[in-house]
T-cell receptor
Framework: DADVTQTPRNRITKTGKRIMLECSQT?????MYWYRQDPGLGLQLIYY???????NKGEISDGYSVSRQAQAKFSLSLESAIPNQTALYFC?????????????FGEGSRLTVL | EDQVTQSPEALRLQEGESSSLNCSYT??????LFWYRQDPGKGPEFLFT???AGEEKEKERLKATLTKKESFLHITAPKPEDSATYLC??????????FGQGTELSVKP
């Protein structure tokens, strides 16, 4: 079983719909992240959380929100999806203190907004 | 502005043909440089961390090196199973992690 699990793996939705992407991890890490990947672009950070009571905006947080329900669970919501949010979304975790570049990624959630 | 650029965008090699991938960076204080491998339909998988110029790390056919302006990922005698997209990421002062756009490597038998 994967250490970082994302659901759903694929989702097609319509403009204006609310979407939630879920992430759960069994690695025991405190830090969790949501990234977005678009063709030809580097991974971009949407939100991150260093513990259950900590939520921080990344570089492209507009149009997104997150919830850290437990140490092992971190969900990403699109309140009203729009076509330019069509992308591949990754959840990641990391151990230790503060920021680190050694991340453990899930297998991704491909979202298509029509 | 902090920036990470990978080249080439795509690289096709024959099995056994050694080559290098480049990651050039401009950041305000380097805290670390990271290499990842990403297979189609999968999330990136961590490979190496480099912290200072002159440092090298090796894993099987891969060797990563670091200078003050760039990092190279050398692939020696590659095999088809080395085909993947290789991502470079740089961590600057303040902790921000900046990813390059990746190099797609294809190794043909």
């Amino acid at each position: 079983d994967a250490d970082v699990t994302q659901t759903p793996r694929n989702r097609i939705t319509k403009t204006g719909k609310r979407i939630m992407l879920e992430c759960s991890q069994t690695k025991g890490h405190d830090r969790m992240y949501w990234y977005r990947q678009d063709p030809g672009l580097g991974l971009q950070l949407i939100y991150y959380s260093f513990d259950v009571k900590d939520i921080n905006k990344g570089e492209i947080s507009d149009g997104y929100s997150v919830s850290r329900q437990a140490q092992a669970k971190f969900s990403l919501s699109l309140e009203s999806a729009i076509p330019n949010q069509t992308a591949l979304y990754f959840c990641a975790t990391s151990p230790g203190q503060g920021h680190t570049g050694e991340l453990f990624f899930g297998e991704g959630s491909r979202l298509t907004v029509l | 502005e902090d920036q990470v650029t990978q080249s080439p965008e795509a690289l096709r090699l024959q099995e056994g043909e050694s080559s290098s991938l480049n990651c050039s960076y401009t950041v305000s204080g380097l805290r670390g440089l990271f290499w990842y491998r990403q297979d189609p339909g999968k999330g990136p998988e961590f490979l190496f961390t480099l912290y200072s110029a002159g440092e090298e790390k090796e894993k099987e056919r891969l060797k990563a090196t670091l200078t003050k302006k760039e990092s190279f990922l050398h692939i020696t005698a590659p095999k088809p199973e080395d085909s993947a997209t290789y991502l470079c990421a740089v961590q600057a002062n303040g902790g921000k992690l900046i990813f390059g756009q990746g190099t797609e490597l294809s190794v043909k038998p």
